[in-house]
């Protein structure tokens, strides 16, 4: 497709259960960007992988957080042992290469829903 | 610690005037920052940017001030139309400190543009 794709859409889970959301980037773009909002929230970034450079884990809210993306292609951010704060819209978002001139396109993201 | 913030949550305007959403920010190192519209269950497409080194950047509808020294922008819509009607983030990233990639965002102005 022509935009990024996120899957699946909506995800519920029972609280504990570990959870993996996938991120299909535009083709060709370099760079790629995991964000997470949560309700009445701004997004809030969790990490950055650029080519093969070490990703940009920072944001990452804890260590049950990780993300992968292999070479340029699909990441896929893994919550091992969900909890109710984790319930949020994931996004993921892409661009050409990294920095401040290169626009990122979004998926439409995954809401996640921890019961 | 929000860093960008976007303090009137929503905003009505008729179509046809002016519609101003503002921002302001804390963090002096940003000197990149971004508006994104968000349509409901789409993810967040870029509108338009401005670099510090600027005060105004215009396209069509769209213009974005920045007053560094307030540490504020706005973004003016004019004409508004009721396309226009959408959720509008701010966003900001601070190349100097090495996080040119990664965005910070403000909550988010529900502006609805009425007949």
């Known amino acids: 497709g022509a935009g990024v794709s996120q899957s699946p859409s909506n995800k519920v889970t029972e609280k504990g259960k570990d959870v993996e959301l996938r991120c299909d980037p535009i083709?060709?773009?370099?760079?790629l960007y995991w964000y997470r909002q949560r309700l009445g929230q701004g997004l809030e970034f969790l990490i950055y992988f650029q080519g093969n450079s070490a990703p940009d884990k920072s944001g990452l809210p804890s260590d049950r957080f990780s993300a992968e993306r292999t070479g340029e292609s699909v990441s896929t951010l893994t919550i091992q042992r969900t909890q109710q704060e984790d319930s949020a819209v994931y996004l993921c978002?892409?661009?050409?290469?990294?920095?401040?001139?290169?626009?990122?396109?979004f998926g439409a993201g995954t809401r996640l829903s921890v019961l | 610690d929000q860093q960008v913030k976007q303090n009137s949550p929503s905003l009505s305007v008729q179509e046809g005037r002016i519609s101003i959403l503002n921002c302001d920010y804390t963090n002096s190192m940003f000197d990149y920052f971004l508006w994104y519209k968000k349509y409901p269950a789409e993810g967040p497409t870029f509108l338009i940017s401005i670099s510090s080194i600027k005060d105004k950047n215009e396209d069509g509808r769209f213009t974005v001030f920045l007053n560094k020294s307030a540490k504020h922008l706005s973004l003016h819509i004019v004409p508004s139309q009721p396309g226009d009607s959408a959720v509008y983030f701010c966003?900001?990233?601070?190349?100097?400190?090495?996080?040119?990639?990664?965005?910070?965002f403000g909550t988010g102005t529900r502006l609805q543009v009425t007949l």
């Open positions: 083709s060709g773009h370099t760079a």
């Open positions: 966003a900001a990233s601070a190349p100097r400190a090495g996080t040119a990639s990664k965005l910070t």
């Open positions: 978002a892409s661009s050409f290469a990294g920095g401040p001139g290169n626009i990122q396109y």
